[in-house]
């Protein structure tokens, strides 16, 4: 499970300008230049990379051959967020590389914004919210930017003309009744059907359950993540599954992904390295879903290697039934000061399982394997690119996590990017109360952040138990949401305990409040900087923060544990009893642990459906009002580094060497023309 940064808005700078000199890796001061370009909603920073220069040649190398390996899945991921995808990205990028007309025109200037938009979200739709983009350019404009392109770069079908093309595109691109949202979760409604992911054709919401029913045995103790790497289809009237896997669906980019893989086998750090890149290459190459537990087994276990990777289909916030899981790829290697903190965290997580305010029949016996570090990632690709989570705590699979532990990492020189391009940028005079909780948040707020993923992806995600013969999927659309919430109040419990100041996590038993008036804020008011107007909240995170604030608020008021004011006709958030707050806490982690751990679906839906989804619109109009002035950009994502290989004369490597001056449009023009292997269809 990955958790995207808690308090973003935070950490977002402030540009005057609609980019940045993006070929320049140090601005003027003779600093590292984090900012990059910013458009629409959006502002793109890079990351550096501290301490690879220091790692020997063998790993550099290992590095690079897994950066490879992650980029060639790219395509993937374009495709399984919507059948067009493809088709649309290749046209526009097509116009952009050949476009012979006047590029100052505010039309063309509109397409740009609508293809950088494209590239970041892996589609057209909202790579967070979900909704479709609205083009700022017409259909005429479109039309006459496509017949002024050579024909023989544009994605036409087999025997397609131009004109049959864009009869076909157009609905899909300016049409807001079709394909409007990536992922639905509006309860009543068919969420396969009023969704544009691509992991479903032709079947309906009851026929994938009743499909994946069928197959489930109740008596089964480790059953595998069924429907995990596959599309379900209906062909000739029968219901089958497309897997992903080498002569499959997805072969093309998947043999690529394999090469890679077989090339950074060569130079493992260890036998047991070694060992989890060949079992990930023969689930590759089979498609077959025990041998993928089996590879998450061996990956779990491999605790001595300095170099770690996830590469594979891996998260399934993209299926609307959380069953499904997207493309993404992470290359990173451990940061050793950092990790003191997370490994402290795991030394303890028998303590704080056994501390915890659950019920004792829905906690672990034995907390086993519970690994956590910190990281520096090398590359970011797939699902975690160009926006990326922060935290990440693998495998999902409940019966691994029991059974063989877990790994759980923050990934630091992310975060660190966030925090540095974030300095001055006045979000916090704006929507925080007063100079007391602005104290705690400017003095504790980046420390605190941290610790609070540390505890959410380590301990959080690895915690509790489901009761024999729950099935893991009984939650259904209502899954996500609740294991986010759980995860976030473990941390949130356990920010305030005085164990966390007794390890040395903490510097003393005040600093919890920078986290606690950070997140309730959030998830009472400025995330709603997110949402369109008139719309829900939809997706997992931005639910589970606003279920967890709005319940405290709620459950508080009586003894006006949290309130709202007004002042200046502003609305605030003021927390007047922070320890209160922690009570409060610790009964609705009992509860959605419970909900969890029972697979109770009814209880799910309504806790999230009463304190999740709804948006109050005065509260969200006067958020948008404030936050508009501000010139930010609520979303962020990064380019990444670039990695070179040197040789000698004789063609030995020597080094690997890493750049940090790749603009945004020119990262993605080469990953699409050197990491492009599938087809515009994929059937």
């Known amino acids: 499970m990955k958790n995207f940064l808690i308090v973003s808005l935070l950490a977002t700078a402030t540009l005057g300008s609609t980019s940045c000199n993006s070929k320049k890796e140090m601005n003027e001061n003779n600093e590292f230049n984090y900012n990059v370009e910013q458009f629409a909603d959006l502002q793109i920073l890079r990351y550096k990379v501290p301490g690879f220069e220091n790692l020997d040649l063998k790993q550099k190398e290992l590095i690079y051959y897994l950066t490879e390996a992650a980029l060639e899945g790219r395509d ?349 940028n006045g979000f916090g005079d704006e929507f925080i109360y007063s100079a007391t909780e602005k104290e705690y948040v400017d003095k504790y707020g980046d420390l605190t952040g941290d610790l609070h993923t540390d505890l959410h992806e380590c301990l959080g995600h690895g915690s509790g138990k489901l009761l024999p013969g729950v099935d893991p999927d009984a939650l259904k659309a209502y899954g996500s949401t609740i294991e986010e919430a759980r995860a976030d109040l473990f941390g949130l419990y356990y920010m305030a305990d005085p164990k966390l100041v007794e390890l040395g996590l903490l510097p003393n038993d005040e600093a919890y409040k920078g986290e606690y008036y950070n997140f309730l804020m959030n998830g009472l008011m400025t995330q709603l900087v997110r949402i369109e107007p008139g719309n829900n909240i939809e997706e997992s995170h931005m639910r589970n923060r606003q279920l967890i604030a709005r319940w405290v608020y709620e459950k508080g008021q009586p003894e006006n544990v949290v309130e709202m004011v007004k002042r200046d006709g502003k609305t605030y958030v003021v927390v007047n009893d922070y320890e209160k707050v922690r009570e409060l806490f610790g009964e609705l982690l009992s509860e959605i642990q419970r909900i969890k751990s029972t697979g109770d679906v009814n209880a799910a839906r309504e806790i999230v459906e009463q304190y999740a989804v709804k948006v109050d619109p005065e509260l969200h109009a006067e958020v948008l009002d404030r936050y508009r002035k501000l010139n930010l950009s609520p979303y962020k994502g990064f380019v990444n580094p670039v990695y070179e290989l040197v040789t000698d004369k004789n063609g030995n490597i020597t080094d690997v060497v890493v750049t940090y001056n790749e603009g945004y449009a020119e990262q993605m023009l080469r990953y699409s023309k050197d990491y492009s292997s599938l087809p515009s269809i994929n059937e």
Not at 271 to 288: F, P, S, W
């Open 76 to 424: 993937i991921l374009f495709d399984q967020n919507g059948k067009y995808n493809l088709r649309i990205r290749r046209m526009l990028e097509a116009i952009y590389t050949q476009y012979p007309g006047d590029k100052n025109n505010e039309e063309y200037k509109q397409l740009e914004t609508y293809l950088k938009r494209v590239w970041f979200s892996n589609g057209i739709h909202h790579h967070y919210g979900s909704d479709k983009f609205i083009p700022g350019f017409t259909p005429e404009f479109l039309k006459s930017a496509i017949v002024s392109v050579d024909e023989q770069t544009l994605p036409l079908a087999n025997g397609q003309t131009v004109d049959e093309f864009c009869a076909e595109i157009f609905p899909v691109i300016f049409d807001s009744a079709v394909m409007p949202k990536r992922v639905n979760q509006a309860h009543g409604e068919d969420l396969i059907l009023t969704s544009a992911g691509n992991y479903y054709d032709g079947v309906t919401q009851a026929e994938a359950e009743a499909f994946y029913d069928a197959m489930k045995n109740p008596a089964d103790t480790t059953p595998v993540s069924y429907g995990l790497n596959s599309r379900l289809v209906k062909e000739n009237g029968e219901i089958v599954e497309k897997v992903w896997k080498v002569d499959g669906m997805y072969s093309p980019a998947i043999e690529k992904v394999v090469y890679w893989l077989k090339k950074a086998e060569g130079v493992a750090e260890n036998e047991q390295q070694k060992a989890v890149i060949q079992k990930l290459i023969a689930y590759y190459e089979t498609g077959d879903l025990r041998t993928f537990d089996e590879y998450a087994i061996l990956w779990v276990k491999d605790l001595d290697s300095r170099i770690d990777f996830v590469n594979g289909f891996t998260e399934t916030y993209g299926d609307p039934l959380g069953m499904k899981a997207s493309w993404e790829s992470l290359v990173n290697f451990k940061d050793l000061e950092a990790t003191q903190r997370t490994e402290t965290i795991s030394n303890n997580a028998q303590w704080f399982e056994d501390n915890s305010p659950v019920s004792p029949e829905f906690k672990k016996d034995e907390v086993k394997g519970v690994s956590a570090k910190v990281i520096t990632a090398a590359i970011l690709a797939g699902d975690l690119y160009p926006a990326t989570a922060i935290g990440i705590n693998l495998p999902n699979a409940n019966w691994i996590r029991a059974d063989h532990g877990s790994k759980s990492v923050t990934i630091g020189n992310i975060t660190d990017a966030y925090n540095k391009a974030a300095h001055g």
